[in-house]
């Protein structure tokens, strides 16, 4: 399968030089003149790998904007210029990047973009099994020893977030950004009642460890 690529540098030098070869070389390429057509591009086509040219645009593709859904893990890497500054560099993975290449290297370019689609799909694992869990995100369906659990679109979202690191405590900024999609610092209980919810449902399907942890004053776990 050709991977879609979406091609966000509108300070290039060279206009349409990326553009071309990477057609050349396989991709399906999708190219945005500024930042918010880039964004409107993430949401509505869904690429599998993000070229950007500055940091910024990163950053936002990272943290999400209120109302608006895209995938916030996107590969995305980040473009520079022949002999960029180390410090650029660094503030370029500080904002989210995947990785960072010169423009002027393209078939070092064409590589990395290989080696972070690689990494990304080795990364996506389509079911997880915890515990007597097990999510299945193609199908969409929790099971618990066996027994289906019927869960909401938000309630099976959080338990798929919260299953990829079950032991790690999610704030409940980081779960309003990354499966209702809202940016910033909201005040509401959204968290807080589907946690509850899919808390509830597990245990009447039959869980016997505890699971959707609240840890006060921080967010929720998975497992203890």
């Given at each position: 399968m050709r991977a879609a690529l979406l091609l966000a540098d509108p300070d290039s030098d060279h206009p349409g030089y990326l553009e071309r070869n990477l057609r050349s070389d396989g991709f399906d390429v999708v190219e945005a003149g500024w930042a918010s057509q880039a964004l409107d591009i993430a949401e509505r086509s869904r690429p599998d790998i993000v070229l950007v040219g500055e940091a910024e645009l990163c950053a936002r593709?990272?943290?999400?904007?209120?109302?608006r859904r895209w995938d916030r893990n996107?590969?995305?890497?980040?473009?520079?210029a022949a002999g960029?500054?180390?410090?650029?560099?660094?503030?370029?993975?500080?904002?989210?990047?995947?990785?960072?290449?010169?423009?002027?290297m393209y078939p070092e370019l064409v590589a990395r973009i290989h080696a972070v689609l690689r990494r990304s799909a080795v990364g996506q694992a389509d079911v997880l099994e915890v515990g007597e869990l097990v999510i299945d995100r193609r199908a969409r369906q929790v099971r618990v020893g066996g027994v289906s659990v019927s869960l909401a679109g938000r309630e099976f979202d959080l338990a798929f977030g919260l299953a990829s690191d079950p032991y790690r405590v999610f704030t409940k900024e980081e779960l309003l950004r990354d499966v209702w999609g809202y940016g910033g610092r909201l005040v509401t209980?959204?968290?807080?009642?589907?946690?509850?919810r899919l808390r509830?449902?597990?245990r009447a399907?039959?869980?016997?460890?505890?699971?959707?942890?609240n840890v006060w004053g921080r967010g929720y776990r998975l497992l203890e």
């Open positions: 593709l990272r943290e999400g904007e209120p109302g996107i590969p995305v890497i980040v473009l520079t960029a500054d180390p410090v650029d560099r660094v503030r370029a993975f500080e904002r989210g990047a995947d990785d960072v290449a010169e423009r002027g209980r959204t968290v807080d009642s589907h946690a509850s509830r449902k597990l399907a039959g869980a016997e460890l505890p699971y959707v942890i």
